[in-house]
C-alpha cells in the first residue's frame, strides 16, 4: 500500500487534502508512519485517518450526501448551459465556465470522501415545471435560474454548519466551499442586475427581495444574537438586512430544488 500515492490522488481532487488529512491526524498517524508503526498495520490506520477526515459519523454522512445533491444539480445544470449554443454571450462565458469548474470539482470531492456512501446523481429536469421552459435558450432565463440555484446553495450549507459542530473537520470543509459559493452568489447577482434589467439587485440580498420567494423567505429578518437591530446606527431596515445573510432548513431547500429533480 503507497500511502504516499492515495495522498496524491486525493490531493488532485481537493488541494487541501494534505492538510486536511494533517489536521486531522496530526497527533496520531504521522509521527506513527514516520516512526515504527508495522506496515500490516498501515492500511488499517490510513482508513481510519481517511473516515476521521472525511465521513465521520451518520451524520456527517447524510449532510455531506445533502451537499452532494444540491452540487450535482449545479453541476448539470451549468454543464449543460455552458454546452447549450449561442445561449451565454462571450463577455459572460469565462464567469460560467469557471463557475461550472468549480461546480464539478464540489461534486468530484463529495464523491470521493463519500465512497460507496456516495448517493447516485439523481435525473434533472431544470423546466422546473414549465416555469424554466427556455433556461437553456433564453439568457435571461438561465441568469435568473443560476441566482436562484446559487442564493439557495449559500442559505443550504449555513444551514447545516449547526449539525456539523460534532465534525470539525468536515465543517471546515463545508464551509470553504460555502464561501466559494457566496462568492458565485455575489458575481451572478450583479450580472442578473444587468442581465434582468433589476437595478435595485445588488451583489447581496435586501430584505426578502427575490423572483423566487421561496428561496429569500427569513432574509428579512431584523434581530441577530438575541437583539432587534432596528435603527441600529441610524441605518435602514434594508441596510441592515443586507449586512447578514441567513441560512436555510434542508426541508426548505429540498422544497425549492424538488421541482429540478426527478429521480
Known amino acids: ?12 481532487i481537493d ?14 498517524f504521522m509521527n506513527k508512519v514516520g516512526t515504527r508503526l508495522a506496515s500490516v498495520a498501515v492500511p488499517t490506520a490510513f482508513a481510519s485517518i481517511v473516515n476521521k477526515a472525511f465521513a465521520q459519523s ?20 451549468y454543464k449543460a448551459g455552458n454546452a447549450a449554443a449561442g445561449l451565454i454571450p462571450a463577455t459572460d462565458k469565462t464567469i460560467f465556465t469557471q463557475i461550472g469548474k468549480h461546480e464539478t470539482q464540489h461534486v468530484a470531492f463529495l464523491v470521493k470522501a463519500l465512497g460507496a456512501k456516495a448517493i447516485p446523481k439523481p435525473t434533472f429536469d ?23 440555484l446559487e442564493d439557495t446553495g449559500v442559505r443550504a450549507y449555513k444551514g ?37 434589467g433589476t437595478a435595485a439587485m445588488k ?28 435603527g441600529l446606527a441610524s441605518k435602514s431596515d434594508a441596510a441592515i438586512t443586507e449586512a447578514f445573510d441567513e441560512p436555510l432548513t434542508k426541508e426548505a431547500v429540498l422544497a425549492i430544488a424538488g421541482p429540478f429533480i426527478k429521480g
Do not use: C
Not at 1 to 6: A, G, N, S, T
Not at 134 to 148: G, L, Q
Open 1 to 12: 500500500m503507497d500511502i504516499f500515492k492515495i495522498i496524491d490522488s486525493f490531493q488532485k
Open 15 to 28: 488541494g487541501d487534502a494534505l492538510g486536511r488529512l494533517e489536521y486531522a491526524t496530526r497527533r496520531h
Open 58 to 77: 451518520a451524520g456527517a454522512v447524510e449532510v455531506l450526501n445533502y451537499a452532494l445533491t444540491l452540487e450535482y444539480l449545479e453541476d448539470e445544470f
Open 126 to 148: 431544470f423546466r422546473y415545471n414549465g416555469a424554466f421552459s427556455d433556461v437553456f435558450t433564453n439568457y435571461k432565463t438561465f441568469v435568473t435560474v443560476s441566482s436562484a
Open 160 to 196: 447545516q454548519a449547526g449539525a456539523l459542530m460534532g465534525d470539525p473537520q468536515i465543517l471546515e470543509y463545508a464551509l470553504q466551499v460555502h464561501s466559494v459559493e457566496a462568492r458565485h452568489a455575489a458575481v451572478v447577482r450583479r450580472l442578473a442586475a444587468t442581465v434582468t
Open 203 to 230: 451583489g447581496w440580498i435586501t430584505g426578502k427581495e427575490g423572483a423566487v420567494p421561496a428561496i429569500y423567505a427569513g432574509e428579512d429578518n431584523m434581530t441577530q444574537g438575541g437583539k432587534d437591530l432596528k
